[in-house]
């Protein structure tokens, strides 16, 4: 337990510092997050729908990231929920890599920086984080316990004053 709580600690800081570096064609990553925040706020036209939406998804995404660092340390309900969702944003921010890739729709030059890679990084480690987690299945009371099983020569079901 103590090891992933150290690597949540990581995940938040290289989080955090990844906002702070270049990220996308020199501007970094807060700037690109201001970009994203004003286009999911301003739909200008229905055009933009698919652009929106995948947009949104990283401010999205960002808010997430954060609400699952804060269940992690706090929660013990929901754990594969939790573990979907760590698991979807990571490939949401790992689609940008992705575009910016393929032949055809990236840009003549490669514009990912440093800050770019520091951001994926940390929700590979919040997404490490949550699918370490052990998912203990819910389930009755052990029927032949001695807390469930009555006493011999008890005669049926324990009394509440034989057990003061």
């Known amino acids: 337990m103590k090891s992933r709580r150290i690597l949540a600690a990581v995940a938040f800081s290289t989080f955090s510092l990844s906002f702070f570096m270049p990220a996308y064609t020199g501007y970094s990553g807060l700037v690109c997050l201001d970009f994203c925040w004003d286009d999911m706020v301003h739909l200008n036209n229905a055009r933009d729908l698919g652009w929106w939406l995948y947009l949104s998804g990283f401010v999205i995404a ?9 269940a992690f340390l706090f929660l013990t309900r929901l754990t594969r929920v939790r573990m979907w969702f760590a698991v979807v944003v990571t490939l949401q921010v790992l689609s940008w890599l992705v575009l910016n890739i393929i032949p055809g729709i990236r840009a003549p030059t490669f514009d990912l920086k440093i800050g770019y890679f520091v951001w994926l990084l940390s929700y590979l480690l919040l997404a490490g984080v949550h699918i370490g987690i052990k998912v203990v ?28």
């Not at 960002?62 to 804060?70: C, E, H, I, S, T």
């Not at 009755?140 to 049926?156: C, I, K, N, Q, Y």
């Open 62 to 70: 960002n808010a997430l990231f954060v609400a699952l660092l804060v």
């Open 137 to 164: 299945p819910n389930q009755l009371p052990d029927p032949t316990s001695p807390s469930v099983t009555p006493r011999a020569g008890a005669g049926g079901a324990p009394s509440v004053a034989a057990d003061h």
